[in-house]
């Protein structure tokens, strides 16, 4: 198995940005396993499966076939061969993905998967999540926890549903955003907390290069310690 990065952190952090950058330099591949939980979400919503059916959902989580592709501007996703990069990035796919992510099966049933996509590829891999350094990969070779105060992070956030044509607010966002966090830090099983090995980055007020120049860093001096 190549070098296992796990970054990890809330919603907004900037970790999409950092870790896509981050794979780009190392040259890694790059495992988003939020957008994993989307796909879950579009697919429930698609085939009207109750974001409650815990033993349907678990069954749908089990049997998804992904796969990345790290392109110069984006990470593409392909859902059993089908591109749905823009389409798990809609409002409701965010809230019901939040909602899905919450449930026991899903999280049990996307275990191999997510592990999997990793061990697959030769160089090493970025895994972005939530819980990546504390369940997925508690061995992972480097942990790092990205957060940034509330308020950059929900702009952030707006500025990007912007960017793609939504008609949002930016109190909307926060709102939404807030919601969003005390689900993720609440939930019963894997709540979003740092492993204790990890190395806490706020990005507030840092320029996204400058967190991938530590991110990198951490990660040369690792793999020379291994070495
Ligand atoms: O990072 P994101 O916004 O694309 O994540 C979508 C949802 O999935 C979000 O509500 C948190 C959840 N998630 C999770 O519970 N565990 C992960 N490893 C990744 C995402």
């Given at each position: 198995?190549?070098?296992?990065?796990?970054?990890?952190?809330?919603?907004?952090?900037?970790?999409?940005?950092?870790?896509k950058l981050a794979a780009e330099r190392l040259g890694f591949?790059l495992?988003?396993?939020?957008?994993?939980?989307?796909?879950?979400?579009?697919?429930?919503?698609?085939?009207?499966?109750?974001?409650?059916?815990?033993?349907?959902?678990?069954?749908?989580?089990?049997?998804?076939?992904?796969?990345?592709?790290l392109?110069a501007?984006?990470?593409?996703?392909?859902?059993?061969?089908?591109?749905?990069?823009?389409?798990?990035?809609?409002?409701?796919?965010?809230?019901?993905?939040?909602?899905?992510?919450?449930?026991?099966?899903?999280?049990?049933?996307?275990?191999?998967?997510?592990?999997?996509?990793?061990?697959?590829?030769?160089?090493?891999?970025v895994?972005?999540?939530?819980?990546?350094?504390?369940?997925?990969?508690?061995?992972?070779?480097?942990?790092?926890?990205?957060?940034?105060?509330?308020?950059?992070?929900?702009?952030?956030?707006?500025?990007?549903?912007?960017?793609?044509?939504?008609?949002?607010?930016?109190?909307?966002?926060?709102?939404?955003?807030?919601?969003?966090?005390?689900?993720?830090?609440?939930?019963?099983?894997?709540?979003?907390?740092?492993?204790?090995?990890?190395?806490?980055?706020?990005?507030?007020?840092?320029?996204?290069?400058?967190?991938v120049?530590?991110?990198?860093?951490?990660?040369?001096?690792?793999?020379?310690?291994?070495?």
């Amino acid at each position: 198995m190549g070098f296992i990065l796990a970054i990890d952190g809330p919603a907004g952090a900037g970790k999409s940005t950092v870790s896509k950058l981050a794979a780009e330099r190392l040259g890694f591949a790059l495992v988003d396993t939020g957008a994993i939980y989307r796909c879950v979400a579009l697919l429930a919503a698609e085939r009207g499966i109750d974001w409650t059916a815990d033993a349907e959902l678990g069954a749908l989580a089990r049997s998804m076939r992904i796969e990345f592709e790290l392109q110069a501007d984006l990470n593409r996703v392909r859902l059993f061969g089908r591109d749905v990069t823009d389409l798990i990035r809609a409002p409701e796919i965010s809230r019901a993905a939040s909602a899905v992510s919450a449930r026991p099966s899903v999280r049990e049933g996307l275990l191999d998967l997510q592990r999997r996509l990793a061990r697959e590829v030769s160089g090493g891999a970025v895994l972005e999540g939530r819980d990546i350094g504390t369940v997925v990969f508690p061995e992972a070779d480097q942990k790092v926890f990205l957060t940034a105060s509330p308020e950059v992070r929900a702009r952030r956030r707006f500025e990007e549903l912007c960017e793609r044509g939504a008609a949002v607010s930016f109190d909307e966002v926060l709102a939404d955003q807030l919601a969003r966090d005390r689900e993720d830090e609440t939930r019963a099983i894997a709540p979003l907390k740092p492993a204790p090995d990890a190395v806490l980055v706020d990005s507030t007020g840092l320029p996204a290069a400058a967190v991938v120049e530590r991110i990198v860093d951490l990660v040369r001096h690792v793999q020379r310690r291994q070495s």
